[in-house]
């Protein structure tokens, strides 16, 4: 399941209909994977970016400290209601097993950042059209963006490849 249908479901399970980045993780952190803890806050992060571009929520900034508060909006309140909470949840994540129970995280974690870094780069370029004032900036920005999905691209197209060999040198075997 997608890191943003993981949260919506978080939401409708705890009824989360306003909340802080803070209170997200904290329901969030045994049940999406990540290779680390800072790729785990970035992960949540930019997933809830995407989701205030796309208007499933929007944020307020907080008076009364730095936190911001999200909350969902009507779009996003329509597409909570299609989630089945009880099979659309996964399990806490057990331990890695073996090596392919790690590559397939590894997949999983790459076409996510490959897609988030497309995303970013794709709203660089949408941006520049609409603000020529700041062309150079945003086509500085829309590179790394590209250059960071090129290389998730890469080490995505890496670790399927030996999945590939590895089954075809198995099936061969047997």
Same mark, same amino acid.
């Given at each position: 399941m997608s890191v943003r249908n993981t949260i919506l479901v978080? @939401?409708?399970r705890h009824e989360l209909h306003?909340? +802080?980045? +803070?209170?997200?993780?904290e329901r969030c952190k045994n *049940?999406?994977?990540?290779?680390?803890? +800072?790729?785990f806050n970035s992960l949540i992060y930019k997933t809830l970016? *995407? @989701?205030?571009?796309?208007?499933?929520?929007?944020?307020?900034q907080n008076q009364n400290d730095k936190n911001k508060n999200y909350s969902l909006t009507e779009h996003g309140l329509k597409l909570l209601?299609? *989630?089945n909470v009880e099979e659309a949840l996964p399990k806490e994540?057990?331990?890695?097993?073996?090596h392919f129970d790690h590559l397939a995280r590894l997949i999983s974690d790459y076409s996510v950042a490959l897609a988030e870094a497309s995303a970013e780069a794709q709203e660089y370029q949408e941006?520049?059209?609409?603000?020529?004032?700041?062309?150079?900036?945003?086509?500085a920005k829309f590179i790394e963006a590209k250059s960071r999905a090129a290389k998730f691209k890469g080490r995505l197209a890496a670790v399927e490849n030996l999945l590939r060999?590895?089954?075809e040198t198995s099936s061969m075997a047997s």
């Open positions: 978080l @939401m409708k306003q909340f +802080t980045l +803070t209170e997200l993780k *049940i999406v994977n990540s290779k680390s803890p +800072t790729h970016w *995407i @989701m205030e571009k796309k208007g499933l929520v929007v944020s307020a209601e299609e *989630i994540q057990p331990k890695l097993k073996n941006l520049s059209l609409q603000l020529p004032d700041y062309e150079e900036l945003l086509q060999e590895r089954y």
